[in-house]
């Protein structure tokens, strides 16, 4: 089987525009949930959000496209990243139209960010609006494959939380098999009223900022933002930088319910056994876990049930939601370069607003750690529908 | 990769498969809904109340391949919108109460996913779940997960795709322009020559096997390229045809996704004119209307007629003269996505 590595990540979040602002802010330690400045619902009176700190219009001048029309928020943040993603792995506009290169996104809110104007276009109003064709949960891809010239095998996926760490998946098989050279991969989403409302109507949207895994949270804080990395074939690495090799993924169902993980973990466990079972790893050389961790009581309870399983005495972990809220189909490859930086760079950051950890045993990290030797990292990604995730990247 | 079962519920009767025998039905208008089957026997009233189409029609035809097939290893399905009808309803509820207390099953319902999860749970299938909502080749992606699936040394897997009208994505694609301004009369659909489309939905589900056994089909391979140049897609298409060690002349029947839309129906001709002219080549979309996933109807119907069931007349643009051995279909959306299915008769 062919080997894969990562060569090129972008990343917008709440914590910076890009990768370099986001180590710092994970660096700083401080939470890039606050009070929202754009976002036009109820909510951003009485909620915080990991909201992008910048306006639409400001994001859609910061980068130089050839047509921007109708892009919404998430179109913005997705080719923002896309771009940063492509210029850190030195991919030339010939290799991005190759047919050797598959681009494999996911959202799970897609165009419906702009939700007054779809509400409005789908009265059939005599002038509708310039969103007409950003509403589709691929429209984001559509837009970034017509801009960069994209011909390759191209998909969208939505498997809702879990959505682009199974665009990483799928981009990372389509490389091991042979069938691409390349794989550009990852997802995006923006703040939406579709989502604080949905996720409130569960009662399970935070009112403070989130805090995984401490006995009082009282949900998610809802994030947004786009990350994307390029994945290479061995062969096309060998004078490239690489962050990482990725060893191990598994995609599991928990098969049992829409909205919630099983009080079992039995899902969570799958997916982390699988993955590690992909790698050729025993749970013990597993050095560090980015988890899924949201801030939900039935989340964060399971998830460390099932890392108590499978680990015995669990690994060094935390939440980076705590820093960037909940992101939805941006959080899986979100939290992978997340997990890429502190493999990269030898350090641990800490999981934010824990007082009072679920399990007083082991609570996640408190503390920033740097000199750190980590080998192989796990990122957990869950969603509703029983989609279950993990992922190994491996140090080179 | 083979089919071993299938089963479908589009605009025809294609769940009982009465549409072999007695033709296709044929309704005036420009959304040519589904007619479901009767679901009580297979979905609790209770659950089936609070079913939106999509999923109704997915569980509808998932849940009856998923139970008489054991061994099932994963769940892999396609929809552009998924259970649109309930976004639609979230949305209302938000508009309606200014954001106040709203109720949340169709917001977790409107998950495109939530039909391959609800599957799962129906049937405790723990295995591989994806959902692949890539527009116009969202189906093509299900059948290359699924093949990268069996690849993987696995068995079996339900392949699937789903798609409904609702309000909602039939007016946003009239702003568009997508579908017909006239009233269209669906006998001559694919020869309006008028702009647009007709508005179809339905659902789709095949059990794929790794091993060539008790089948009815081999899925040969999946393509597909996203472009508005025409020089592009015959590339794919040689491409296409190379790697899977054939020669146009090869192929033995042409399955193409005219929707009578005069602006897009070309590239089929062009298509067929290419390479293929004189084969035998079917239609489908007079059938089933148009939606991101219809690629998935047209494999449905190009199985039966590679078992040599009855071809609808009303399906035939050129009459086959020998037997078909193999079926290449050819489906764009909106002239810039396009997908090939390459299926084969199975031994």
Known sequence: MINVFVTGMGLVSALGSNVNENLKGLRSGQTGIKKSRFFASKYAETHFFGEVNKSTETLIESIKLTSKLGLTRTDILAMIAFNEAIHDAGLAPEEISSFDTAFISASTVGGMCAHDELFADAQLPEKPSVYLFSYPFAAHALKIIEEFKIRGISNTINTACSSSANAITMGTKLIQSGRVKRAIVGGADSLSKYTANGFNALRILSDDPCRPFDTNRKGLSLGEGAAYLVLEAE?????????????????????????????????????????????????????????????????????????????????????????????????????AIIALLSLNYK??????????????????????????????????????????????FSKI | MFISDLLCISHQKTYDLDLFNNGPIYNEGIKYFALEPDYTSLIPASTLRRMGKFMRMGVGTGLPMLQKHIGVEGIILATA???????????????????GTLTPTNFVQSTPNSLAGTLSMMCNNKGYNNTHVHEGLAFENALLDAQMFLESNKTKVLLGAAEEISDWNFNI?????????????????????????????????????????NVLAQIKDVGQITTENPAEIFELLRNFLKKNNMKPSD????????????????????????????????????????FPTASAFALWLATYIINTYPIPDKVIKVKPQKEINNILIYNHYNGLQHGMILLNKAN
């Open chain 2, 81 to 99: 919108n998924g259970g649109v009808d309930d976004s639609m309803k979230f949305l209302n509820q938000i508009e309606k109460y200014q954001e």
């Open chain 1, 235 to 335: 062969e096309q690495t060998f004078v490239k930088k690489k962050y990482a090799r990725i060893s191990g993924f598994s995609n599991t169902s928990d098969a049992f319910h829409l909205s919630s993980l099983s009080e079992e973990a039995e899902g969570v466990k799958m997916a982390i056994e699988k993955a590690l079972t992909s790698a050729g790893l025993k749970p013990g050389m597993i050095d560090y876990i980015n988890t899924h961790g949201t801030g939900t009581e039935n989340n964060d309870k399971v998830e460390l049930l099932g890392l108590s399983k499978v680990f015995g005495l669990i690994p060094p972990y935390n939440a980076t939601k705590s820093y960037t809220g909940h992101s939805l189909g941006a959080a899986g490859s979100m939290e």
């Open chain 1, 347 to 392: 350090e641990l950051y800490p999981s934010l607003y824990c007082e009072n950890p679920i399990d007083e045993q082991t609570p996640p990290l408190k503390k920033y750690q740097n000199n750190v030797d980590i080998k192989h990292v796990l990122s957990n990604s869950f969603g509703f529908g029983s989609n279950c995730t993990s992922l190994i």
């Open chain 2, 173 to 213: 694609n009239l702003l568009k322009g997508r579908f017909k301004k006239e009233n269209c009369n669906p006998e001559s659909l694919l020869e309006s020559g008028t702009i647009g489309t007709v508005c179809g939905e339905g659902a789709f589900m095949f059990v794929i096997e790794a091993t060539q056994r």
């Open chain 2, 251 to 290: 192929v033995d029947a042409i399955m193409l996704g005219y929707n009578g839309d005069a602006r897009t129906d070309s590239l089929y001709n062009d298509f067929y004119n290419s390479m293929f002219k004189g084969k035998a080549a079917f239609c489908f979309k007079n059938l089933c209307g148009e």
